[in-house]
């Protein structure tokens, strides 16, 4: 079917189409974030092979040109075990859809422009975008205790210490027990993070809701970007304690410390697939605020190889540096013996790919996978020699706190008194 296009003040917004079709099995919406600018895709899928999107050449028009063909997500532990890595078996399988119909909402002027062999599926009357407040859930329950989290902090440092590594990015996982509404805990979740982008994807029985703040990988016109965020604070209620909290960010030894090795290791992974020449550092220790914490973003980009396929761009970079560590391999072993369990689609990427080449993928952090009758949180934090275990701790809860409020749900008590205050 052709596009059609047309200007009309009352165009439905991206939300409201979202909740329209929110009982199509296989939904996405990849979201702009909550200015008032950008473009929104909302559409349906049918599952097909992770493989698939992997065989594209990368590197054709910009960004700002494509539309997506693929939508979802790559998991971190088979990422892992594709790296050479030796970590427990098991994990999410990753989850993939070919788009079938596809809505792109301009949010500047307005246009809506429709797309795809089933596109008159998105023809719906459109719903209210505004979901019930989360009924009460109670407290997560944790993985890990904060004793034991501090715990491996410090196994971490002696790591470090040995020569072993000397960045580890250690992760643990909450979860609540209940069936939640993806929809409903997406359109809450993009509001309480209001992180600058987003994605929600669902395949079959399984959904995916991020408010990534950090693009793993942004691939068009040639040229891959990637940019890692190390050094997280919390927002604070008044001018003066937010102030010194971006300083004290700014200022930190260890964080600028982190954010640096990490840039390094991200430098090595683009020279692979890149002619190391046009491999540059575009920014260092950037600060980007959401409406909940301050972070440290660096931007490190270069021009791909001709040819280049996004399988190798994947084998080259993937698990990230920022959800690993340094030296990668070494750092996915440490973290597999001490984390014990998968990590799932946490710490993978998740995003859209175009048949042209270019691609737009997110880290999965401040994330909720929502399965039939189970939510999962991950969230974690790098650990250098500088680090110490209460900060950690408090890193874990910060994160953690905003998808958990999404769905209704509190941190774990021994949790929530370790973590920072609100």
Same mark, same amino acid.
């Given at each position: 079917?052709?596009?059609?296009?047309?200007?009309?003040?009352a165009a439905p917004t991206a939300a409201r189409l979202f909740a329209a079709l929110r009982h199509e099995p296989h939904l996405f919406w990849i979201d702009a974030g909550t200015g008032p600018d950008g473009v929104d895709w909302v559409g349906i899928g049918s599952p097909v092979s992770p493989e698939e999107p992997r065989q594209?050449?990368?590197?054709?028009?910009?960004?700002?040109?494509?539309?997506?063909?693929?939508?979802?997500w790559w998991g971190y532990d088979d990422a892992a075990r594709r790296a050479g890595?030796?970590?427990?078996?098991?994990?999410?399988?990753?989850?993939?859809?070919?788009?079938?119909?596809?809505?792109?909402?301009?949010?500047?002027?307005?246009?809506?422009?429709?797309?795809?062999?089933?596109?008159?599926?998105?023809?719906?009357?459109?719903?209210?975008a505004h979901p019930p407040v989360a009924p009460p859930l109670g407290p997560a329950h944790s993985r890990d205790s904060?004793?034991?989290?501090?715990?491996?902090?410090?196994?971490?440092?002696?790591?470090?210490?040995?020569?072993?590594?000397?960045? &580890?990015? /250690?992760?643990?996982?909450?979860? +609540?027990?209940?069936? @939640?509404?993806? !929809?409903?805990?997406? =359109?809450?979740?993009?509001?309480?993070?209001?992180?600058?982008?987003?994605?929600?994807?669902?395949?079959?029985?399984?959904?995916?809701a991020g408010g990534s703040p950090e693009t793993f990988l942004e691939i068009g016109g040639g040229v891959v970007r990637t940019s890692p965020i190390k050094g997280t604070r919390r927002r604070a209620d008044d001018d003066e304690t937010d102030a010194a909290l971006v300083a004290e960010l700014r200022e930190s030894p260890k964080e600028r410390a982190e954010n640096v090795m990490i840039v390094?290791?991200?430098?090595?992974?683009?020279?692979?697939?890149?002619?190391?020449?046009?491999?540059?550092?575009?920014?260092? &220790?950037? /600060?980007?605020?959401?409406?909940? +914490?301050?972070?440290? @973003?660096?931007? !490190?980009?270069?021009? =791909?190889?001709?040819?280049?396929?996004?399988?190798?761009?994947?084998?080259?970079?993937?698990?990230?540096?920022s959800m690993s560590g340094a030296p990668k391999l070494a750092a996915i072993e440490i973290l597999g013996r001490l984390e014990v369990e998968p990590r799932g689609a946490y710490a993978g990427c998740a995003g859209w790919v175009a048949a042209s080449g270019t691609a737009t993928l997110g880290m999965t952090i401040r994330s909720l996978l929502i399965e039939r009758d189970r939510v999962t949180v991950g969230a974690g934090g790098g650990i250098t020699w500088g680090s110490t275990a209460a900060d950690e701790v408090a890193e874990v809860a910060l994160k953690a706190r905003a998808p958990l409020a999404a769905i209704g749900a509190t941190l774990p008590p021994d949790w929530a008194e370790r973590g920072p205050v609100a």
């Open positions: 079917m052709g596009v059609v296009s047309q200007p009309d003040a594209v050449v990368v590197g054709g028009r910009s960004a700002g040109e494509a539309s997506p063909d693929w939508v979802g890595a030796d970590v427990p078996a098991g994990g999410l399988p990753d989850g993939w859809l070919r788009v079938e119909a596809v809505a792109r909402i301009d949010r500047r002027t307005g246009y809506v422009s429709l797309s795809g062999p089933a596109a008159d599926r998105l023809r719906v009357p459109l719903a209210k904060p004793d034991l989290y501090a715990t491996l902090v410090e196994r971490c440092r002696e790591h470090i210490r040995r020569g072993d590594a000397y960045q &580890l990015c /250690l992760t643990t996982s909450m979860n +609540v027990d209940a069936a @939640v509404d993806p !929809v409903d805990a997406y =359109l809450r979740l993009r509001r309480l993070t209001g992180a600058r982008r987003g994605l929600f994807v669902r395949v079959g029985g399984v959904a995916l390094d290791l991200m430098r090595n992974d683009l020279a692979v697939i890149c002619d190391p020449a046009t491999v540059t550092v575009e920014s260092l &220790l950037h /600060l980007e605020s959401t409406p909940t +914490v301050h972070q440290l @973003v660096s931007t !490190v980009a270069g021009r =791909l190889h001709p040819g280049t396929t996004l399988d190798e761009v994947l084998r080259a970079t993937l698990p990230a540096g």
